[in-house]
């Protein structure tokens, strides 16, 4: 009897031993994967502001506010990840089953926020050449150097047109049809001096192949790519990140099964 209740007695100790080593391994798998984590959230919120702020005035020429808000949920999403790894590598060491629960439903966020992100991304991505077909032009014609208002279009046109070497919409007779070039203020301008080769006051008024850019498929083409290469940033970063989060998911649902139920 004696000999079969030590046998027993060693044996749970075994098993404990065994369960503490599983969550040790638990917890610094979980620790790897929350600084792997943060260093992401960096990465992510980097691409939003990268996005925002790189060619920002770009934005000011697009009707719909889709890839902007894309790019703001990055910024969000990547805030939230990097105080949420943080706040991981607390829970984690600490072994709080309650700051596990906090931290899995905030991972659980963030993973809803990136796909959130992913598929805006997408979506924009199939209607954006019908966007700038039907806006575009308008845009340019009608507001460029109009108002005080609209200048920001007006600079984000310059920057377009001298960046990607373009004239116009689609080409440079689309300017034919702007209000500005229609009136005085022009002075005799075709063009606005940002369609030119060598950007020079008044070189506008000549717009021969030479003296200016005369670009197949205009400034929509080039415009167009630019954004879609965006856009495909954004999106695999949202899902990828987001993909990546399952497992950070996973670990801490193993964590919080093996660890006791805190006494209240």
């Known amino acids: ?35 792997l984590f943060w260093l992401a959230g960096g990465v992510v919120m980097a691409v939003g502001v990268w996005t925002l702020v790189e060619k920002s005035n770009y934005i000011s020429l697009l009707p719909s506010k889709t890839y902007a808000a894309s790019a703001y949920i990055l910024v969000l999403a990547g805030a939230i990840v990097m105080v949420t790894g943080v706040l991981g590598c607390c829970a984690t060491f600490k072994e709080q089953r309650k ?5 899995f439903v905030l991972l659980l966020c963030i993973f809803l926020l990136e796909i959130l992100a992913g598929v805006l991304a997408y979506i924009y991505y199939q209607q954006l050449n019908d966007e700038l077909k039907q806006n575009l032009k308008a845009t340019m014609i009608n507001k460029y150097r109009q108002s005080d208002e609209n200048e920001h279009i007006t600079k984000a046109v310059d920057e377009l047109q001298q960046e990607f070497k373009c004239c116009g919409s689609n080409n440079s007779t689309d300017w034919v049809e702007s209000e500005w070039i229609r009136s005085a203020d022009s ?27 005369k670009v197949e498929g205009g400034c929509i083409s080039k415009l167009e790519k630019f954004i879609l290469e965006h856009l495909k940033i954004i999106g695999a970063v949202g899902i990828g990140i987001a993909c990546v989060q399952i497992i950070g998911m996973v670990f801490t649902c193993c964590l919080y099964r093996s660890l006791k139920v805190e006494p209240y």
Not at 1 to 30: I, N, Q, R
Not at 187 to 199: L, Q
């Open 187 to 213: 002075k005799g301008r075709k063009v606005p001096d940002s369609c030119c080769k060598t950007e020079l006051d008044l070189c506008g008024q000549r717009d021969h192949p030479s003296n200016i850019y």
């Open 1 to 35: 009897m004696v000999v079969c209740l030590m046998f027993l007695s060693s044996m749970g100790a075994h098993e404990e031993k065994k369960e503490a080593c599983g969550t040790v391994c638990l917890k610094y798998l979980l620790f790897t994967f929350n600084f």
């Open 99 to 103: 700051l596990l629960g906090v931290y």
